[in-house]
């Protein structure tokens, strides 16, 4: 329960300070906003993707994507979500939230531990604390972030995501 309220509380300090009018990019600049269960809003950018198990985004600017990594007190948090709110709110059926205390690294084969995973896939939410997972994470340079899944299958209590599973998010 504690490490969900730590998370929305990320989410907000995300919302808090990705907040402007205008991006370098020239669209309107970032936010995540946790109040909506799954909802948020991320920046225009046409790299944004994922593909988790069976379901998929993207490469496309209405792909609903984001990695994050903000201290909280004395402790940082990173991790990524993403949601298929591209779809029509009908068919709003998925959504994935995981994240770890740490930095948000770059590279290959990197080992992280402590993760928490919660997948909703109506009618049933998966999760698992405690995971380790092995991913590649990129700086692709355009305010986005890819994190690979390597070394799967990860079993997520009935839910499965799979090697070479990613999510490519704009960053906050």
Known sequence: MNRG?????ILALAAATGCSDSGSDGTSAAFVDPSGGAGFVTKTVNTKRYTINAESCGPATTCSAAVFSHGIGDTQYSGFVAADRHEAIASQDFFIKAYWAGSLPTGTSISISGITIIVFKRPNYYTVTNQTCTFDITNNGDGTYDLQFKSGPY??????????DR???TFH
Do not use: C
């Not at 309220?5 to 509380?9: K, L, M, V």
């Not at 079993?155 to 070479?164: F, Q, W």
């Open 167 to 169: 999510v490519t998010g």
């Open 5 to 9: 309220i730590i998370f929305s509380a």
């Open 155 to 164: 079993n997520i209590n009935g839910y499965t995501i799979n090697t070479n």
